[in-house]
């Protein structure tokens, strides 16, 4: 088991290293060449930018039992088909009975927006985020423990 992170843009990164740590789990963070990130815990792979460049090294790298952390429900849905657990960097956990509804409405969502329409702004990062994260981490860790 490894942890994925699409980090770009994720908050939350101390958080996942945090459980990572205290599991003893590699933590694998993938961003392209515009970002700069540091980590003495994590090892930060560079791809080239380019639309979805991440996100399909994201995709072609995780095998079964990893976690990736992503807030790109397309990302999840391929990693989810991989044997893969995918949480949100607001711990929100994908799964097999969520995914294609949410995929279903970010495909309305984008529909709405060509039109020309306008769709709710994302909520600010709180507290309660942090720990749902930090708290689903463990629990996906836990299971593959058998705890």
Not at 54 to 61: A, F, Q, R, S
């Amino acid at each position: 088991m490894r942890i994925i992170v699409d980090a770009d843009a994720c908050p939350g990164r101390n958080i996942i290293e945090k459980a990572a740590i205290e599991n003893y789990i590699d933590v694998f963070m993938y961003c392209d060449i515009n970002h700069i990130l540091k980590s003495n815990y994590s090892k930060i792979i560079y791809v080239d930018s380019g639309f979805q460049s991440v996100d399909m090294k994201i995709v072609n790298e995780a095998k079964k039992e990893d976690i990736v952390i992503t807030q790109d429900f397309g990302v999840a849905a391929m990693v989810l088909g991989k044997g893969a657990y995918a949480i949100s960097p607001k711990g929100r956990i994908y799964s097999n009975d969520n995914i294609e509804r949410l995929l279903f409405e970010r495909h309305l969502g984008q529909k709405i927006r060509r039109g020309g329409g306008r769709t709710l702004n994302h909520k600010k990062r709180n507290i309660e985020d942090d720990e749902r994260l930090y708290n689903s981490l463990i629990k996906i860790i836990n299971s593959q423990k058998g705890e």
